[in-house]
């Protein structure tokens, strides 16, 4: 396991980017039950648009996935002028961390506040290759100062255990009980969908339900 101190090792870390996770649990069927698929990580969830939305959709992400990063940047602004914004999905955004890397950039969304969260995310993302490099502590800490971070808050950031605890407990649920083993996956009312969406394959899976309404 982890532990957040090893993220001050961070230099020339391997990757894993977007690759698959072995799964331990049994065989999952493709639609978990709606509570499992409810419940929060230890910390809470990442909620935007209405609660009264006929369209929940879930994203596992890791902040050092290239397609993650390609999701972020082209698909979700358009995901969230249509369908968002305009009160039809709400749209609920969950760490899954395939690496140390990915594990300290959701750790200082964390850390930023759930005011913040979503902007720190979007911006690594934005910015994925500038810090996802052999030395990542320089970049991070220059990205984070942007959000009102100091050095000393940077690094107590990183150094809490607290913080790193819940962030796995999201990623070791969804893989134990969501049966989630890449990034991105999503779950669109309980339907799943794995890899980089464009906004025209979401928009078939929305909008039926849509019609329903």
């Known amino acids: ?8 090792t961070l230099a ?3 990757i894993a980017g977007c690759g698959l996770l ?15 698929l409810a419940q929060a990580g230890p910390d809470g969830d990442v909620v935007l ?3 009264k939305a006929p369209v929940t959709i879930i994203e596992y992400a890791s902040m050092t996935c290239p397609h993650c990063a390609h999701f972020a940047t082209t698909t979700f602004p358009e995901l969230k002028q249509r369908y968002i914004d305009t009160g039809k999905v709400r749209f609920i955004f969950r760490e899954f961390p395939l690496d140390p890397l990915a594990a300290a950039g959701f750790m200082l969304a964390r850390c930023a506040g759930k005011d913040k969260y979503m902007a720190v995310v979007e911006t690594l993302f934005a ?8 030395k990542p502590i320089g970049p991070l800490r ?6 009102g971070f100091t050095t000393q808050s940077f690094d107590q950031c990183l150094a809490n255990q ?5 962030i796995q407990d999201v990623r070791d649920r969804a893989s134990k009980k969501l049966g989630v083993n890449s990034t991105p996956t ?9 890899g980089d969406q464009s906004i025209d394959a979401m928009a078939k899976v929305i909008d039926p339900y849509l019609k329903e309404g």
């Open 22 to 36: 072995p799964l331990t649990s049994p065989a999952l069927a493709d639609e978990p039950s709606p509570a499992d």
């Open 142 to 147: 220059e990205i984070a100062k942007q959000f």
């Open 12 to 14: 020339g870390t391997a």
């Open 49 to 51: 648009g209405s609660d």
């Open 186 to 194: 999503f779950f669109i009312n309980g339907k799943k969908l794995s």
């Open 162 to 166: 607290k913080v790193l605890d819940g």
């Open 1 to 8: 396991m982890l532990t957040a101190t090893a993220l001050f």
């Open 127 to 134: 910015k994925q290759q500038e810090w996802m490099v052999q």
